[in-house]
């Protein structure tokens, strides 16, 4: 047998293929279904917050954020509750990260506001001496992309069935809906709805105009975002 | 036609040197400014605040990933495969148009890749999957890329003289076989044009944008299996298939033991692919895949340290060689590196080390001895044993190359010194409380005392990247350098002063 | 059997049967010492070793197989 797998490299490369595709089949493969079952409290991203979420992926945050905290009590003290499978639920992709260069951000909503982001995005050594961030100007002018956020709120409600304009049970026995657009017009009247929110508690004038005008800047979508991690 | 002896035909395997080499300056040199970034935030702004959109460090970041493992390295396995494959086939690539067709549209479609990736990397178009950022138009040219890659490779064992396939030629098999299965399953997602709204509108927004169709956990433990695998195929098995090779050429000692690096091959083909849960210790995927992520790290120090000492031994009574020929040193130091690393890796994927080396510089130091050590090495020698081969003429400088040798150790030492103290250092900081239960430090403590790391990583990288010069100047001089013949090309390399 | 039990079954054998078939492998490698053609493995070196296109192949690919 093994002189003659030796000897036909076709066969051989289908040995070879059985031999390493076995783990993936074992382990990847069976713990599909229990692993993308929601928790309770946990809601899709709205149309704004999923446009956050691609500036957030845009700039690559990911490389020094991670979204994933461990249940050790130095990080629980730091960041909160330990992350729990059903919480990610909705995150395609996943953005757990692999490197800490900057803190978890995880749960970020819960102990930064709107205006500590606003200044730290322009410049991080004025809230945080000493930090090595680079500021992200550009978000203050780059306007969002609300139509592709739509796109993939269509997408995932259509190929995953993501319940937007569903109701979806809260922690605190409340329920919630997230409201998906019918239209491309009405998902960025949606967004602008919500961007208005959180321009009210900014500070940068030209921001301010840009949503009074309309338009929404990527820094207003990306606070939308760290706002929802909770 | 000429009645013109047989020779082997290296016309692909030159081009491909040549990418390697380019792009293996391009992501060295992202990879300094890098290191540089975090040691003074303001090369963040290098090119001033109009460009700091494409100079920051968050935009650069996948490139460099991208550049070494994507360019540099594929490059080099490329280009080494054009070389080795016909050799230890005993069948040339001109004896076939049809090969020569396909290794040629490999090349430029290759190109063509590297470009749309570069491009739609500074733009920020991007999934945000480590090493599999590219969206899906670029995935469909990755996958053609890859066909090619697969048909060159058993389109040239088709047409062998030799009827076995030796050692070199199995890793190259499993390395098109391996990245293939795993590039393929880690991308699956869904261009979010195919979304229809209520209002019966489609194809919204940008075109080239997809979901993944994995989420949360799943798509960590598939991305991780990828990513970890990844690394088993693009920079360790179609390394060993490229010392399994040169060293011995080059040395002209035979294998220590052809039949240990059988069955080094099985063992490692049977245990990378379980190793991939160790970069999800302490998350939320199931406890048991943690677990057998650790034990099959652990367990992958055999296959890996059979096939480094089998390198190592092949020198058996023939040490000297190492002292005289840099090449050889080159190998030798390749293959050390390569055991450190496999040792280093297991270690770190024990659930008590990995709660506090998760995270932190130290990872990165270990990718970088394995990248820099073994991979940057390894294909380094391999270029410099095909360059007087290829071009008919000898290595331009011996000193040259024992200067590059020891400013390359000397930055690499630097560079895995430093961030293993960074690493342990910042993992002790974030989990210590003082007496009353409290954290010890605020994030930015922890940040602030890496400085000096920082800076002393940098002068690391710095080095390697200058070594890597005087290799690209190097194999650029060879080309003009004093022509040999046929009989200088047995085993050692031909050098010049 | 719920598919959990399935999985731990079908794990389990495949695990085995491969470690039996790899650790088949090295008995085989180190008593029978040749391949199928009597060709000792460790002269597969030569391969890398005598690679010149002139040089004769360690087992040469017949003109009949395929």
Known sequence: MFHWLEKHPFFFAVGVFVVIAFAGLVEI???????????????????????????????SCNACHSQLVRPFKSETDRYGHYSLSGEYAYDRPFLWGSKRTGPDLWRVGNYRTTDWHENHMKNPASVVPGSVMPAYKWMFSNKADINTAFAEQLTVAQYFSVPYNQSVPMK??????????????????????????????????????????????????????????? | MVNRPLEYDYTIAKMFMLTTIVLGIVGMLIGVILAFQLAFPGVNTILGEGLAEYTNFSRLRPLHTDAVIFGFTLSGV???????????????????????????????????????????LFAGVTTSKEYAEFEWPIDIGVVVVWVLFGMSIFGLIGIRREKSLYISVWYYIATFLGIAMLYLFNNMEIPTMLGTSAAGESGIGAWYHSVSMYSGTNDALVQWWYGHNAVAFGFTVPIVAMIYYFLPKESGQAIYSYKLSLLSFWGLMFVYLWAGGHHLLYSTVPDWMQTMGSIF?????????????????????????????????????????????????????????????????????????GVLGWVGFMIMAALFHMAPRVFKREIYSKSLMVAQFWIQTLGVVLYFTSMWIAGITQGMMWRAHDEFGNLAYSFIDTVTVLHPYYVIRGVGGLLYLVGFLM??????????????????????????? | MDIAQLQAYGYFILTASLVI??????????????????????????????????????????????
Do not use: C
């Open chain 2, 297 to 369: 790290s652990v367990i992958l120090i055999l296959p890996s340290w059979g096939s480094a000492i089998n390198m190592l031994l092949t020198m058996k009574g023939e040490w000297q060689q190492v002292a005289a020929s840099p090449l050889i040193k080159f190998m030798i130091l390749a293959s050390t590196f390569y055991m450190f690393s496999t040792l280093e890796g297991p270690i770190q994927a024990i659930k008590s080390v990995n709660a506090i080396a998760h995270f932190t510089d130290w990872i990165v130091g270990h990718v970088h001895d």
């Open chain 2, 471 to 497: 290799f690209a100047y190097n194999i650029y001089k060879t080309m003009s350098a004093r022509p040999v013949e046929d009989h200088e090309l047995q085993n050692a390399s031909p050098m010049g002063a």
């Open chain 3, 21 to 66: 078939v790899l650790y088949g492998y090295i008995y085989h490698l180190y008593t029978k010492k040749r391949d199928a053609d009597g060709v000792d493995y460790e002269n597969y070196s030569n391969m890398a070793l005598k690679d010149d296109i002139v040089d004769t192949p360690v087992s040469a690919k017949s003109d009949k197989e395929k």
């Open chain 1, 29 to 59: 493969l069976p713990n599909f279904a229990q692993a993308s079952r929601p928790v309770i409290g946990t809601a899709p991203y709205s149309t704004l917050e999923l446009a956050g979420r691609h500036v957030y992926i845009k700039n």
């Open chain 1, 172 to 230: 605190d026995g409340t329920t919630k809906v997230v409201k998906m657009g019918g239209s491309v017009a009405e998902a960025n009247a949606i967004a602008l709805e919500e961007a208005k929110i959180i321009a009210a508690d900014m500070k940068d004038q030209d921001v301010k105009d840009t949503v009074a005008r309309g338009e929404i800047p990527e820094i207003v979508a990306l606070i939308a975002y760290l706002n929802s991690l909770k």
């Open chain 2, 78 to 120: 490329f280009a080494t495969w054009y070389y080795v494959g016909q050799r230890v086939l005993k069948v040339s690539m001109a004896e076939s148009a049809l090969l020569m067709f396909l290794g040629k549209l490999h090349f430029w479609l290759y190109l063509v890749v590297v470009v749309a990736v570069v491009v739609s």
